[in-house]
């Protein structure tokens, strides 16, 4: 994957306190970048979490898988762009594809699939994805 075949990115710097001993982004901060660019996905979506989730309790998004690879260092005061696609909707699942680069740089520094599943917070089972919120996060790519 290069940096062009996602349509939407979040830009952010890196700061000291993210770095670890050897002077590079600590693994699990990779994560944080990762849900700051979906929560910032979803406001491009018209998705305000606050709103639109936190505040109804029936309905609302379970991270059940992470997969990631490292596969350069990030060090304090890089600037990294965050980008995000969407790479499937199942019926209740949603498959997003992400990878952080340095900008004007093809190579990802870290690549990361998140699985979400969409679920009925009383009963904790899976839920169909309305699909005025498919078609909702879908338009965030298309107008990439």
Not at 40 to 67: N, P, Q, S
């Amino acid at each position: 994957m290069t940096r062009s075949d996602y349509p939407y990115s979040h830009s952010l710097r890196v700061r000291f306190g993210e770095v670890d001993y050897q002077g590079i982004v600590f693994n699990a901060n990779y994560l944080a970048y990762f849900d700051v660019a979906l929560t910032e996905y979803l406001r491009a979506a018209g998705l305000v979490y606050a709103a639109d989730f936190a505040e109804r309790d029936r309905f609302d998004w379970h991270v059940v898988k992470v997969t990631m690879e490292l596969k350069q260092p990030a060090r304090a005061d890089d600037m990294l762009d965050v980008c995000v696609k969407i790479g499937r909707f199942g019926r209740s699942s949603l498959t997003w594809d992400l990878a952080i680069f340095r900008p004007g740089i093809e190579e990802p520094v870290t690549v990361c699939e998140i699985i979400w599943v969409y679920t009925d917070q009383q009963t904790h089972l899976s839920a169909e994805i309305p699909e005025a919120m498919r078609d909702k996060l879908s338009a965030v790519g298309d107008a990439g």
